[in-house]
């Protein structure tokens, strides 16, 4: 080969390479391309719907010593039709399924269901780079009851009714020097009034805080200022009226009765110097939740003070928006003279419904420290409840065999 022809042949190759170089760095410096990897789109199951889901690249896992199952977040959320993302502004795992929202922190209790601050039972844990959840997290929050076949490595998943509200749990402990609390607040979610399951919650909420006013540092600061407010604007009044009643009464009224002014005044500054060894030990409050539908939730709450127990009930018709007491759900005339045969001092305010829809009467008895659940039989609330109410107490033969 001469000289002439081989010189050609390394200039074009030169050439090349050149050009190829050129256009390589031509295209590194060109704006990287996003591109979104579509993520498949499964189905979200209807009420009654099985689901089975097998061969997850992240398996279930089962402890024999606690029964507990453990289910792998994204896989299952994902593969029921819901969706997983990671929350950088609360530093959070966002679920999104069925129409709700749940927040969760790795090793963490304390979680956000629709904004609203909730308790697990369980704490998400990261096993082998993979978040894992409770099955009572699908369960308590989205109506899908979990089967876990251990032989076949099979999750069956049968999805529940999703249009009735749910009732969470948020818990609340701390101490007063020797002292301590323990509350249990019910939270619920899901109603189509969004606005009105706000009020209710904070009603509850308000209910249980005040139950923890003896405890440091358990209000809000902005609820303590509140509350004073109210005391302040009480005291007020009060001493207004005590001035008109005084410049309308002779002097000597006035004089007649100063005394045991003076003497109530000592008596109330005493109790308010009650030294802290007087007050309860402990505070622990919990909560039952009995019946809840699309049309009425019915709940009760315990407050243990160590020598005192107490009771309160919330009923809530959800269609008609407002809490009902037993003259709302009946037709007689004489209720508390019926009912006077199962509680001596009947409260028309103070009843509860469990979820087998049987009719329990709260009596709280003051004087002995007790409360008791007074069990009203079936034939004699049917005789009694108006029809509108009738679900209440009449439940199908299939829900009373469950």
Not at 65 to 87: A, C, F, H, I, Q
Not at 168 to 193: C, M
Not at 339 to 365: F, G, T, W
Request: glycine share 4%.
């Amino acid at each position: 080969m001469g000289w002439k022809k081989l010189t050609v042949i390394v200039v074009a190759a030169i050439a090349l390479v050149g050009g190829a170089m050129a256009l390589a760095m031509h295209l590194i410096q060109q704006p990287e391309i996003e591109m979104e990897v579509p993520t498949p789109q499964v189905a979200t199951p209807q009420a009654g719907d099985t689901t089975t889901l097998a061969d997850m690249e992240n398996m279930p896992i089962y402890y024999d010593d606690t029964e507990e199952l453990l289910m792998p977040l994204r896989n299952v959320v994902e593969g029921l039709g819901g969706s997983v993302k990671w929350d950088a502004e609360q530093k959070a795992t966002e679920i999104s399924f069925r129409g709700k929202k749940l927040l969760i922190q790795r090793g963490s209790r304390e979680a956000k269901l629709n904004d609203y601050p909730i308790t697990l039972g369980f704490e998400p844990k990261a096993i082998n780079g993979c978040l894992y959840i409770s099955e009572d997290v699908l369960s308590d929050y989205f109506a899908s009851e979990v089967v876990w076949d251990s032989e076949q490595r099979v999750v069956t998943i049968k999805t529940g009714d999703n249009t009735k509200p749910i009732i969470a749990n948020r818990a609340l402990s701390g101490k007063d020097q020797e002292r301590f609390y323990e509350a249990s607040i019910p939270v619920i979610v899901g109603l189509n009034d969004v606005s009105y399951e706000k009020r209710i919650n904070e009603d509850m909420e308000d209910y249980i805080l005040e139950q923890l006013t003896s405890f440091q540092n358990v209000l809000p600061k902005d609820e303590v200022e509140k509350l004073q407010e109210m005391e302040e604007e009480a005291a007020e009044e009060a001493a207004e009226e005590a001035e008109e009643a005084a410049e309308e009464m002779p002097q000597q009224e006035a004089e007649a009765q100063q005394a045991p002014k003076e003497q109530e005044t000592g008596q109330e500054e005493a109790a308010q110097q009650t030294p802290a060894e007087e007050l309860p030990a402990f505070v622990r409050i919990r909560y039952e939740a009995g019946y809840c539908g699309t049309d009425f939730i019915s709940l009760y709450c315990e407050v243990d003070r160590g020598t005192k127990l107490s009771a309160k009930s919330f009923n809530i018709d959800l269609n008609e928006q407002k809490y009902v007491s037993l003259l709302d759900l009946t037709a007689t005339r004489n209720l508390e003279q019926e009912l006077s045969a199962y509680v001596e001092d009947v409260d028309v305010n103070q009843y509860y419904i469990s979820k087998q829809r049987q009719c329990h009467l709260i009596s709280n008895q003051e004087q002995a420290g007790v409360y008791q659940l007074v069990l009203l039989p079936d034939q004699e609330a049917k005789a009694i409840w108006k029809d509108a109410y009738r679900m209440l107490i009449s439940a199908p033969m299939e829900s009373k065999k469950q």
